[in-house]
């Protein structure tokens, strides 16, 4: 099947740092992969759509110089939270389609960001 | 705006019951239905998807598609603890998926199940 692997799976980091969190497809290309964040007891909220070798296609709302994305190879996204707060601190999920044409998406372990 | 609703619960039943789970959608056009389930603090993994109008069976699990009136449901036969858990809808946008196309789907707000012992 398709794997998804994201690191790191959880992190704490001091208000004002930077935290990057990667998303690799293992055993596919993803030309494409999808970012996420979820708050507690809410659902899923798109971030942005990862696209490889060009820029990321940002939701309403959302930060593109406070979430950096690179979409560097077929196999790797970066989501770069930059100078991060506390309000940051959220499970940040990464997904793409695989290899097939059903739509599903497989989705990555998540990352527990935590910002003292 | 495009919209998946469900009921966000909490749902409970007993276990040896059946859960139902129920979703509408308002793009007419959607073509791709999926049903993920999310324990607390794990990233959502998928139970089934259904394209077809009718129903579509996979062990305990029924995915039942009514395109005339944009409903999707979820049924969980002889439910156990362990399928305590939010359950989330997705759609995909209407068009043509072309062989290892990306589409964004677009997500419930998910119904929290609890399947008491």
């Known amino acids: ?116 | 705006q495009k919209e998946v609703e469900q009921n966000s619960g909490p749902l409970s039943v007993p276990e040896g019951a059946i859960a139902s789970l129920n979703c509408t959608y308002s793009d007419r056009g959607s073509q791709s239905f999926f049903w993920y389930r999310q324990y607390s603090g794990k990233s959502p993994e998928l139970i089934m998807f259904i394209y077809s109008n009718g129903d579509k069976e996979d062990g305990r699990f029924t995915a039942q598609l009514n395109k005339a009136s944009q409903y999707v449901s979820l049924l969980i036969r002889d439910s156990q603890p362990s399928d305590s858990a939010t359950y989330l809808c997705a759609v995909t946008p209407e068009g043509p998926m072309g062989y290892g196309s990306a589409r964004q789907l677009t997500f419930g707000s998910g119904t929290q199940l609890t399947v008491l012992p």
């Open chain 1, 1 to 116: 099947g398709a794997v998804v692997s994201q690191h790191p799976s959880w992190v704490i980091c001091k208000s004002g740092t930077s935290v990057k969190i990667e998303c690799r497809s293992l055993d596919f290309q993803a030309t494409t992969m999808f970012w996420y964040r979820q708050f507690p007891k809410q659902s899923l909220m798109l971030m942005a759509t990862s696209n490889e070798g060009s820029k990321a296609t940002y939701e309403q709302g959302v930060e593109k110089d406070k979430f950096l994305i690179n979409h560097a190879s077929l196999t790797l996204s970066t989501l770069t939270v930059t100078s991060a707060h506390p309000e940051d601190s959220s499970f940040y999920i990464c997904s793409a389609t695989g290899p097939t044409n059903t739509g599903e998406l497989f989705f990555g372990e998540g990352s527990r960001l935590t910002v003292l």
